[in-house]
């Protein structure tokens, strides 16, 4: 089992830059495949971005391509989402997900959740 926490949330203005954090707790962090998703109000949650077990491959929305960067540390049982050139709708809850294999993260089927933080692009 593993237990995510998101932090790095916060207010910035349309072309800034945020990062967010992801910290877990467990024995087997490398173990897990993890993703980001956000919802945004009146819509339903979306994929962002996800990374492999060891960092070696990443796959983005194309939404975000080119623009959000997810990378994670083992060591530190960490994942971040570098965030460049936030839009307006970017605006959303970002939450971190992780499973032992690609398939429930990338379709947003994970067993394990962020309780998630807020991420607001003013225009």
């Known amino acids: 089992q593993v237990q995510l926490v998101e932090s790095g949330g916060g207010l910035v203005q349309a072309g800034g830059s945020l990062r967010l954090s992801c910290a877990a707790s467990?024995?087997?962090?490398?173990?897990?495949?993890l993703g980001w998703f956000r919802q945004a109000p009146g819509k339903e949650r979306e994929f962002v971005a996800a990374?492999?077990?060891?960092?070696?491959?990443?796959y983005y929305a194309d939404s975000v391509k080119g623009r959000f960067t997810i990378s994670r540390d083992n060591a530190k049982n960490l994942v971040s989402l570098q965030m460049n050139s936030l839009k307006p709708e970017d605006t959303a809850v970002y939450y971190c997900a992780a499973d032992t294999g690609p398939w429930a993260v990338v379709t947003g089927t994970s067993n394990y959740w962020g309780q998630g933080t807020q991420v607001t692009v003013s225009s």
């Open positions: 990374i492999s077990w060891s960092g070696g491959s990443t």
């Open positions: 467990g024995r087997t962090f490398s173990s897990y495949y």
